[in-house]
């Protein structure tokens, strides 16, 4: 998509962290050296701010996560405004890669039965 990852700063971090925890102590992961993230710990929750590394779109990703539940949002990095189309993109494609993997649990005719049977086009 794009060739350059774009530049995440600490202060970037930081600031886009904060918007979820006021008083977190942001700290530099350097057990990726490929990619810039910054995380912090405080109270159960775990949040991850880095660069574009893996899917070059371009933005920042803030990943917030308590161990079982995961939100995932999505920043521009030069206004720091939230980017709900990436975000809408990025679940759009979860939900794709969803249905090909179950279609390749059940096989392809039982998931065409299937959906044609819950879809409402009952066929024999």
């Not at 977190?24 to 350097?30: G, L, R, S, T």
């Not at 490929?34 to 371009?58: Q, Y």
């Not at 920043?75 to 794709?96: I, V």
Request: proline fraction near 2%; charge should be positive.
């Amino acid at each position: 998509m794009y060739d350059k990852t774009i530049r995440l700063t600490k202060k970037t971090a930081t600031q886009l962290i904060h918007q979820i925890m006021p008083r977190a102590v942001v700290i530099k992961d350097e057990t990726a050296p490929e990619a810039t993230i910054f995380r912090a710990v405080t109270n159960g929750l775990e949040i991850r701010c880095e660069n574009d590394w893996f899917k070059r779109n371009k933005r920042i990703k803030l990943t917030i996560t308590d161990g079982e539940n995961t939100i995932v949002h999505y920043y521009s990095p030069t206004t720091l405004n939230r980017d709900f189309f990436e975000e809408k993109a990025e679940k759009e494609e979860a939900a794709l890669q969803a249905r090909v993997k179950w279609v390749s649990q059940v096989g392809l005719k039982m998931a065409h039965k299937l959906v044609d049977h819950y879809g409402g086009e009952e066929t024999s």
